[in-house]
T-cell receptor
Framework: NAGVTQTPKFQVLKTGQSMTLQCAQD?????MYWYRQDPGMGLRLIYY???????DKGEVPNGYNVSRLNKREFSLRLESAAPSQTSVYFC??????????????FGDGTRLSIL | AQTVTQSQPEMSVQEAETVTLSCTYD???????LFWYKQPPSRQMILVIR??????QNATENRFSVNFQKAAKSFSLKISDSQLGDTAMYFC?????????FGAGTRLTVKP
């Protein structure tokens, strides 16, 4: 019963380094999402992919890129990490696309610290 | 753009009692969905309950129920018979298409 799997769970980077966070789901979901969670704030949407081959910006996309590799996998890349990107990152997926009441299923998160 | 406000950063309740968490949202859309998620210390995001905006009937899931006031754009969560395992952060969220916006959360502590 894997659901949504994120790797790695923890990572420490130096300013300016690059990194790719991996996400995979085995529920045959169409839509996938990347969020960041900062203290005192709820989750904020970085990017999403409504279907294989498409990606769109969310609320806070600056400094990030994404790739929807196939239906299962959706990666998030930090090209030049900055301390402001220190956060907990969550990947989520959902069955259905628009106008869907289906909830998002979340991974366990990646805690990323940038020094 | 949608905004979601949770005005209670922290709340506590005695075990077996009832507690209500508040949430207001602001969207100009007609077709949207509302959710409550629970995040225990393990950091997992767990769906508690969902509500379709076009449905007038309030959603219920066992001990969890909502009071959905569409005109007032209010979506509160009531937890009955609180249990120690309900201790967690609770997030209210509004979703239109693929754009889900979360509130800042309410930290709920259930006391024995």
């Amino acid at each position: 019963n894997a659901g949504v799997t994120q790797t790695p769970k923890f990572q420490v980077l130096k300013t300016g380094q690059s990194m790719t966070l991996q996400c995979a789901q085995d529920m045959n979901h169409n839509s996938m999402y990347w969020y960041r969670q900062d203290p005192g704030m709820g989750l904020r949407l970085i990017y999403y992919s409504a279907s294989e081959g498409t990606t769109d910006k969310g609320e806070v996309p600056n400094g990030y890129n994404v790739s929807r590799l196939n239906k299962r996998e959706f990666s998030l890349r930090l090209e030049s990490a900055a301390p402001s990107q220190t956060s907990v990152y969550f990947c989520a997926s959902r069955f259905g696309t628009l106008y869907s009441n289906q909830p998002q299923h979340f991974g366990d998160g990646t805690r990323l610290s940038i020094l | 753009a949608q905004t979601v406000t949770q005005s209670q950063p922290e709340m506590s309740v005695q075990e077996a009692e009832t507690v209500t968490l508040s949430c207001t949202y602001d969207t100009s859309e007609n077709n949207y969905y509302l959710f409550w998620y629970k995040q225990p210390p393990s950091r997992q995001m767990i769906l508690v309950i969902r509500q379709e905006a076009y449905k007038q009937q309030n959603a219920t899931e066992n001990r969890f129920s909502v009071n959905f006031q569409k005109a007032a754009k209010s979506f509160s969560l009531k937890i009955s018979d609180s249990q120690l395992g309900d201790t967690a952060m609770y997030f209210c969220a509004s979703c239109r298409d693929n754009d889900m916006r979360f509130g800042a959360g309410t930290r709920l502590t259930v006391k024995p």
